[in-house]
C-alpha cells in the first residue's frame, strides 16, 4: 500500500508537471566534454596543431561538433573562427573529428547523477520523452544505445535530423506537433542559453540545469524558468509555481 501511494504521488507529480518533456543530451543527460577533447586532439595532432583543454572544450559544446572544431582549430592556429569556416582545410578535419569521435564515443561519458532512475519514473508514468540535440544523429543514437536510454525517448531530433538545429524551435515544434500537445503542456530541459532560447522561441516552458556546458557563464543569467540543481526535481511532487 505505500508503494502504491509513492507510484501514485510521483504520478501527479510528474504528469502534473508537463505531459511532454524534451531534453538536451550533451550537458544535460549526458557528460561527453572528455571523449569529444580526446576526439578533438587527436584531430589536431594528426595536424600537427597544439592540443586544447578539456574547459576549453566544455566551453564550446553546444552547436554541434562542426562548431567545436572550428573553435579548436581557430585557437590551435590563431587564426579567427570566420577564417576557419572559410577553409579550405576544415572540410577534411570534419572527416577526421568525425572518425575519432566514433573511436572515443562511449569511451569515457557518463550519466548525470539520477538521469536513468527519473527517466525510468517518467517514463513509467506516461510521460512523453524526446531528445532536441544539436549532435549529428550518428552521434546520438550511438550515445543514448550506449548508455541505455534509445528505448525511452519516442523522439529524437538531432542536429541534422531537420533543416534547422537550435537555436531554432523546430525540434520542439516537430515534438509538439508529433505528440499532439499544447505547448503550455511542455517542458524542455537543458544546460546552456541555446536551450533556453530554443525554448523561448517555440513559447515552451524551459528548466535549466547548473552543471552541463554553457560557454562558461552562469546558468541562471540566460533567465530559464528555473535551474534545478537536481535532476529529481523533474519527479517531485509539484506545488505552485515553477
Not at 554553457?214 to 533567465?223: D, K, L, R, V, W
Request: proline share 5%; charged share 15%; aromatic share 4%.
Amino acid at each position: 500500500m505505500h508503494t502504491q501511494q509513492a507510484d501514485s504521488g510521483s504520478q501527479r507529480g510528474a504528469r502534473g508537471l508537463a505531459d511532454l518533456m524534451m531534453f538536451d543530451l550533451d550537458g544535460t543527460l549526458i557528460e561527453t566534454a572528455p571523449e569529444l577533447h580526446a576526439a578533438l586532439n587527436d584531430t589536431l595532432a594528426g595536424r600537427g596543431l597544439q592540443a586544447v583543454s578539456l574547459a576549453c572544450v566544455a566551453d564550446w559544446i553546444g552547436q554541434g561538433i562542426h562548431e567545436l572544431l572550428v573553435q579548436a582549430m581557430a585557437q590551435a592556429t590563431g587564426r579567427s573562427a570566420d577564417a576557419v569556416r572559410g577553409s579550405s582545410a576544415l572540410a577534411p578535419a570534419v572527416r577526421d573529428l568525425e572518425q575519432h569521435y566514433q573511436r572515443h564515443l562511449g569511451s569515457s561519458s557518463r550519466l548525470y547523477p539520477r538521469v536513468r532512475e527519473v527517466l525510468l519514473q517518467l517514463h513509467a508514468d506516461g510521460v512523453a520523452l524526446a531528445v532536441v540535440t544539436n549532435k549529428p544523429g550518428q552521434f546520438t543514437a550511438r550515445l543514448l544505445a550506449h548508455h541505455g536510454l534509445g528505448a525511452l525517448f519516442a523522439q529524437v531530433i538531432s542536429g541534422d535530423t531537420l533543416a534547422r538545429k537550435k537555436p531554432a524551435p523546430d525540434g520542439i515544434l516537430h515534438c509538439l506537433r508529433h505528440f499532439g500537445v499544447a505547448p503550455e503542456r511542455a517542458l524542455f530541459i537543458g544546460d546552456s542559453s541555446i536551450d533556453v532560447a530554443t525554448a523561448r522561441n517555440a513559447g515552451v516552458r524551459v528548466w535549466a540545469l547548473p552543471y552541463g556546458y554553457n560557454m562558461g557563464q552562469p546558468i541562471a543569467a540566460c533567465g530559464p524558468d528555473r535551474v534545478i540543481a537536481d535532476f529529481a526535481a523533474l519527479i517531485a511532487p509539484q506545488g505552485g509555481g515553477g
